[in-house]
């Protein structure tokens, strides 16, 4: 007999009462935005795999604490966020964020001319610069919100803020942006 | 969405974030320990065993130059000098002999090597000078960079193995390596393998960079490299059963 993919309540449900295998498939799921979500905050590779795997720990022996029913990623990325900003209050340096050499083209559209690829790679970078120049309340909020697409109420969550404070911050943030590019 | 919202998420997409680590082998690793083990207690244990047994040495006058120079974790001892001996910067594997099978290495010593997760590159030479320990050069990610790192592991506990002799303005401080006990030994110092039975160095010794040493079970580990203290334990915590690859 076949037996059926677990869904994420049921992989929780099982890790919950012990169940390792189970909770090694939420690892695998999870490990992707666990690291980026890290790195995001962190800013340090190292210290980012470090707080990921140190919240997926934390987050397996703090299972008997999660609400059942409740959704897992927000709860287990706060995890992950504390830990990371944990680290990067003792770090002494910080990578700054990078746009990937060659950024991927639109599918479906014609190549931009030489030109207009130069000027969308300038505007690019312009709009990176000001982000990293953003209070760090504020940073961390687009970080959620835009880069790691996160909802309003994830990232609340994940902040540990009020969604009403996602929103105002949010707002300031893209003003600011506005203003500058 | 505005268009500024969608040009935030097109960023968020195109950033070169740094390659996703494994991370599965590391965390069942560790969910395989007690949780209530704290790295305090067997650090603070240790370092009041070493208090307690030095307070009894130094009791002892004719105990006392010995036990302030010499120590030992598992296979390693370390010696501490005036002045180190004669030895020069070689490469990692200097004096290992050939690079052999590391399947096979393993079954003639008897034990299978622990590595860091690989991520389907396993390590590409592996040494195992007189059938007594395995080594290997291993190409691991530090801070976005690849560094090249020796990684020694010795079975058994004749601390005669592997001599490390420093001096004294080097380093030699307890850590822990998930929970487990070492020493980090940081600064110049001179390694040397010696075999069991004949108790020959040579051509083994060479000057060392910063070394972290641990034990795990009968096993003792070395990893040496350009590394801080922080990434030596970081990479150590990462090299289980399970993360050989």
Same mark, same amino acid.
């Given at each position: 007999?076949?037996?059926?993919?677990?869904?994420?309540?049921?992989?929780?449900e099982r890790?919950?009462?012990?169940?390792?295998?189970a909770?090694?498939?939420?690892?695998?799921?999870?490990?992707?935005?666990a690291?980026?979500?890290?790195?995001?905050?962190?800013?340090?590779?190292?210290d980012?795999?470090?707080?990921?795997?140190?919240?997926?720990?934390?987050?397996?022996?703090?299972?008997?604490?999660?609400?059942?029913?409740?959704?897992f990623?927000?709860?287990?990325?706060q995890?992950?966020?504390?830990?990371?900003?944990?680290?990067?209050?003792s770090?002494?340096?910080?990578?700054?964020?990078?746009?990937?050499?060659?950024?991927?083209?639109?599918?479906?559209?014609?190549?931009?001319?030489?030109e207009?690829?130069?000027?969308e790679?300038?505007?690019?970078?312009e709009?990176?610069?000001?982000?990293?120049?953003?209070?760090?309340?504020?940073?961390?909020?687009?970080?959620?919100?835009?880069?790691l697409?996160?909802?309003?109420?994830?990232t609340?969550?994940?902040?540990?803020?009020?969604?009403?404070?996602?929103?105002?911050?949010?707002?300031?943030?893209?003003?600011?942006?506005?203003?500058?590019? | 969405?505005?268009?500024?919202?969608?040009?935030?998420?097109?960023?968020?997409?195109?950033?070169?974030?740094?390659?996703?680590?494994?991370?599965?082998a590391?965390?069942?690793?560790?969910?395989?320990?007690?949780?209530?083990?704290?790295?305090?207690?067997?650090?603070?244990?240790?370092?009041?065993?070493?208090?307690l047994? +030095?307070?009894?040495?130094?009791?002892? /006058? @004719?105990? %006392?130059?010995?036990?302030? &120079?010499?120590?030992? *974790?598992?296979? !390693?001892?370390?010696e501490?000098?005036?002045?180190?001996?004669?030895?020069?910067?070689?490469?990692?594997?200097?004096?290992?002999?050939?690079?052999?099978d590391?399947v096979?290495?393993?079954?003639?010593?008897?034990?299978?090597?622990? +590595?860091?997760?690989?991520?389907?590159? /396993? @390590?590409? %030479?592996v040494?195992?000078? &007189?059938n007594?320990? *395995?080594a290997? !050069?291993?190409?691991?990610?530090?801070?976005g960079?690849?560094?090249?790192?020796?990684?020694?592991e010795?079975?058994?506990?004749?601390?005669?193995?592997?001599?490390?002799?420093?001096?004294?303005?080097?380093?030699?401080?307890p850590?822990?390596?998930?929970?487990?006990?070492?020493?980090?030994? %940081?600064?110049?110092?001179?390694?040397?393998?010696?075999?069991?039975?004949?108790?020959?160095?040579?051509?083994?010794?060479?000057?060392?960079?910063?070394?972290?040493?641990w034990?795990?079970?009968?096993?003792?580990?070395?990893?040496?490299?350009?590394?801080?203290?922080?990434?030596?334990?970081?990479?150590?915590?990462?090299?289980?059963?399970?993360?050989?690859?």
């Open positions: 007999m076949v037996g059926r993919p677990l869904d994420e309540s049921e992989l929780v890790a919950r009462q012990g169940d390792e295998h909770y090694q498939e939420i690892v695998h799921a999870y490990q992707g935005i690291f980026r979500t890290a790195y995001l905050v962190a800013r340090n590779a190292a980012a795999e470090d707080a990921a795997q140190e919240a997926f720990v934390k987050a397996y022996r703090a299972l008997g604490r999660f609400r059942r029913g409740a959704p990623r927000p709860w287990f990325l995890i992950v966020a504390n830990e990371a900003r944990n680290r990067r209050r770090a002494g340096r910080r990578d700054a964020l990078v746009l990937r050499a060659a950024a991927s083209e639109p599918s479906g559209e014609a190549a931009p001319s030489p207009a690829a130069l000027l790679s300038e505007r690019r970078e709009l990176l610069k000001a982000v990293e120049t953003l209070p760090q309340d504020q940073r961390d909020t687009i970080a959620c919100r835009y880069f697409e996160l909802s309003e109420e994830e609340a969550q994940v902040l540990g803020v009020r969604r009403g404070t996602v929103k105002s911050r949010t707002a300031r943030a893209l003003e600011r942006l506005r203003a500058v590019t | 969405m505005t268009e500024l919202e969608t040009r935030l998420r097109e960023l968020g997409r195109d950033l070169a974030l740094p390659g996703e680590p494994n991370l599965s590391a965390v069942v690793s560790r969910l395989q320990r007690p949780a209530a083990r704290s790295w305090r207690r067997p650090l603070l244990g240790a370092v009041a065993l070493a208090v047994a +030095l307070a009894i040495a130094l009791a002892v /006058p @004719p105990a %006392r130059s010995a036990i302030l &120079r010499f120590f030992h *974790l598992g296979a !390693v001892s370390i501490r000098v005036e002045t180190l001996p004669s030895a020069r910067e070689r490469p990692f594997t200097a004096g290992f002999g050939p690079a052999v590391r096979a290495a393993e079954h003639r010593i008897g034990f299978k090597m622990l +590595l860091p997760p690989l991520h389907g590159s /396993p @390590p590409k %030479r040494y195992a000078p &007189r007594e320990l *395995l290997t !050069v291993l190409d691991v990610p530090i801070d960079h690849r560094k090249p790192v020796l990684l020694v010795i079975p058994g506990s004749d601390y005669r193995i592997a001599k490390k002799v420093v001096q004294k303005q080097t380093l030699v401080a850590a822990t390596v998930n929970g487990l006990p070492g020493l980090w030994v %940081r600064g110049p110092h001179v390694i040397a393998f010696l075999s069991t039975t004949t108790g020959i160095s040579l051509p083994i010794s060479r000057i060392s960079g910063s070394a972290l040493i034990q795990r079970g009968n096993l003792t580990l070395r990893l040496e490299g350009n590394l801080t203290e922080e990434q030596a334990i970081h990479l150590a915590r990462s090299i289980t059963p399970s993360g050989s690859g």
